[in-house]
């Protein structure tokens, strides 16, 4: 059965590691550009930042989040972008928030970073995804209305 695509929604989760620190004037600069866009596009995620890492969930229509994970992938404040979950969802997790903020602590359980376990890198999607989703639920997300 054919579906009209622009009613096909998905899911994306990715990781990356900051090309250089991670300071308060960028992550203004990418939650101004993230307010505007994505509110816009119908896109809304969480990002998680710290620890040199970037986590971001951004969900909408298919061909809006893929247009956007272009866009981000080459952006130069990152690098080692990679993909750890991609799925079509019936429902949003992250409807409320344009681009929700949390920032990642060294004590936070995904980002025990003298844990030699530690790395994204092979991590489970879904198991990144489920850390992502308890982050957001116990920390203090800075809230980006989607307006
Ligand atoms: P322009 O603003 O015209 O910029 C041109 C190029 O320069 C692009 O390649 C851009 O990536 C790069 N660039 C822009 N500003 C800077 C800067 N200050 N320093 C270095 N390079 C820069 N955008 C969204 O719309 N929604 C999001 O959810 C989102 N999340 C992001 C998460 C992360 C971790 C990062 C690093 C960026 C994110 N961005 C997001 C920003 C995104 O990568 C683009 O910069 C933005 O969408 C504007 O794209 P543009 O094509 O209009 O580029």
Redesign the pocket.
């Known amino acids: 059965m054919r579906v009209p695509s622009h009613s096909i929604n998905v899911r994306l989760l990715y990781v990356?590691r900051a090309a250089g620190p991670q300071t308060t004037t960028?992550t203004t600069?990418?939650l101004a550009?993230?307010k505007?866009?994505?509110a816009q596009q119908g896109?809304t995620?969480v990002?998680c930042?710290g620890q040199g890492f970037?986590f971001?969930v951004?969900e909408g229509q298919r061909s809006r989040v893929n247009a956007?994970y272009r866009?981000?992938a080459?952006?130069?404040?990152?690098k080692d972008v990679e993909v750890l979950h991609y799925e079509e969802i019936q429902e949003r997790r992250f409807g409320q928030w344009s681009?929700a903020l949390v920032h990642l602590s060294v004590d936070d359980p995904m980002v025990r970073l003298q844990h030699p376990d530690f790395d994204p890198y092979s991590a489970s999607g879904p198991q990144v995804m489920q850390q992502v989703m308890d982050l957001l639920a116990a920390g203090q997300p800075i809230e980006l209305p989607r307006t």
């Not at 080459?74 to 990152?78: F, M, N």
């Open positions: 990356s960028m600069s990418i550009h993230a505007a866009n994505n896109i995620g990002l930042q970037f971001q951004i956007l866009r981000i080459v952006d130069a404040r990152h681009m």
